[in-house]
């Protein structure tokens, strides 16, 4: 199959995109090397690489011809400079995401597969599912949730198919190491290679469902090559391991050495991922657990 990656040389992206050069796609990877998280990006040689932003229609149009599945991770994906800039975090992620449907649509694309977050469900009671409200606590989100309204609208009335993830939090090789909300695995463990105190945040009760980065991967091709009924498309999928822990208990399995900080307001307690209706509709389930992991890379 051909494959439409964008983001592709970010964390997920980059990871999504080894797999399908492995697995013997051809692939074509669309970044515009934005991302304020990391200084580095990760372009696999095998693809056909672009660094055009996904707003460039003129530049971007001809790249989708002839592709199968487009993977639309491009985004503007970290809070803080979302709340800093909201025009940019709506103009990529809300208006980027429809200029990649559009472009998808016209080059007779077969499916698009959305990676959206799980900060949609803000405040509401977890485990979080898919028939909560939307409760978006900053531009970030609302942004991120935008972009699923335009796909479902893709769905419905142009009958282009489209799933639409919802990230928990994920790590595992190449995240992020940078800003003030980078997954707590990867810089604890950045940490105590320095030999340096882990930072815990507040009193560290907090508590997150990790899922793996290859995980997330099967995720994506997994609704990529999955034949379902059309009605399953345009629809949001929770994506998690329905596993959480607390950032103390992420500490202990790293390093001894501690230190808390203050809290930061307007963050969610807990959260917990239901992905029951992914893994009924499409058959997929999580396969690495964080303690495994970390017990492997710390």
């Known amino acids: 199959m051909k494959c439409l990656v964008t983001g592709g040389a970010g964390f997920i992206g980059s990871n ?5 050069v492995v697995d013997g796609h051809q692939v074509v990877v669309i ?8 200084d580095d990006f ?4 095998k693809a056909d690489n672009y660094k055009f932003d996904i707003c460039d229609y003129q530049n971007t149009r001809p790249l989708y011809e002839g592709v199968d599945f487009v993977f639309h991770l491009a985004a503007e994906a970290h809070i803080q400079p979302a709340i800093e800039n909201p025009i940019r975090a ?9 200029m990649v449907l559009q472009c998808a649509r016209e080059a007779g694309v077969k499916k698009v597969m959305y990676s959206s977050t799980a900060s949609a469900y803000g405040g509401n009671q977890s485990p979080n599912i898919e028939t909560q409200p939307d409760d978006c606590l900053n531009p970030y989100s609302v ?10 609208m893709y769905t419905d009335l142009f ?14 090789e190449r995240q992020p190491l940078r800003g003030q909300y980078a997954p707590v695995v990867g810089i604890f463990l950045e940490m105590a290679k320095k030999n340096e105190p882990l ?6 009760n907090q508590r997150r469902d990790f899922v793996y980065v290859g995980d997330i991967v099967n995720a994506n ?3 990529a090559l999955t034949d379902v009924d059309f009605d399953a498309y345009g629809q949001v999928y929770t994506v998690g391991t329905g596993t959480n822990y607390s950032v103390n208990q992420i500490a202990r399995m790293i390093s001894s050495n501690t230190i808390n900080v203050a809290p930061r307001p307007g963050e969610v307690r807990y959260s917990l991922a239901n992905s029951n209706k992914f893994k009924t509709t499409f058959g997929w389930k999580p396969t690495v657990k964080l303690e495994d992991w970390i017990g492997e890379n710390a």
């Open 16 to 20: 999504l995109v080894d797999k399908l």
């Open 31 to 38: 970044d515009n090397e934005s991302s304020s998280a990391r």
């Open 42 to 45: 990760t372009w696999n040689d």
């Open 90 to 98: 709506v103009m990529v992620n809300s208006v980027g995401t429809c």
């Open 143 to 152: 942004s991120k949730v935008s972009g699923e309204k335009i796909c479902k």
């Open 159 to 172: 009958g282009l198919r489209t799933v639409i993830f919802r990230y928990f939090n994920v790590y595992g």
């Open 199 to 204: 930072t815990i945040v507040g009193d560290g």
């Open 221 to 223: 091709i997994t609704a």
